[in-house]
């Protein structure tokens, strides 16, 4: 069967080790709503959505330039009937570099469409990878959710 965890994939005209870098600021690209580190192995943040919803991640792959996975360990996200659906997921960035060109391939393994999330959850991930962590990458400026 074929796999079918939520995928985009970004390039950039940008080193690899700019891009592992915009990655590793989360707030700066996803949420500014972000408690913990996400730079290197073993970090734990949490990510904010506000009235009690938040998503809590360890590093636990982390190959500078290259590769970082993020494992969810914890999560309440209140507008599913699963309010721990993301918890044991995770989100895997693989970098590579051809030419002046970066490619970065973002994974959230386990988000399926079998899940109720997926579609919400697949746009919301479009918006943030392909749009706030491309122009971070970029243009030096990410749009992530602001903190309130």
Same mark, same amino acid.
């Given at each position: ?11 950039? *005209? ?10 590793? *600021? ?13 730079? #290197? ?10 009235? *009690?919803?938040?998503?809590? @991640? ?15 360990? &914890? ?7 699963? #309010? ?23 994974? @959230? ?13 697949? #746009?919301?991930? &479009? ?22």
């Amino acid at each position: 069967m074929e796999n079918q965890d939520y995928r985009a994939a970004i390039t950039v *005209s940008q080193t690899a080790n700019i891009s592992f870098t915009a990655i590793n *600021s989360v707030s700066k690209w996803w949420t500014e709503k972000l408690e913990g580190n996400s730079e #290197k192995l073993n970090d734990v943040f949490t990510v904010d959505f506000g009235d *009690s919803n938040f998503v809590t @991640h360890k590093l636990i792959e982390v190959v500078p330039d290259k590769k970082v996975v993020w494992l969810v360990t &914890d999560c309440y996200l209140s507008w599913f009937n699963d #309010k721990t659906e993301w918890k044991n997921t995770k989100m895997n960035f693989e970098i590579s570099t051809t030419g002046n060109q970066t490619q970065i391939n973002f994974t @959230h393994i386990g988000l399926v469409p079998e899940i109720e999330c997926f579609d919400i959850c697949r #746009k919301g991930w &479009d918006q943030y990878v392909k749009d706030s962590l491309f122009k971070l990458i970029t243009e030096g400026k990410g749009q992530p959710q602001k903190k309130v």
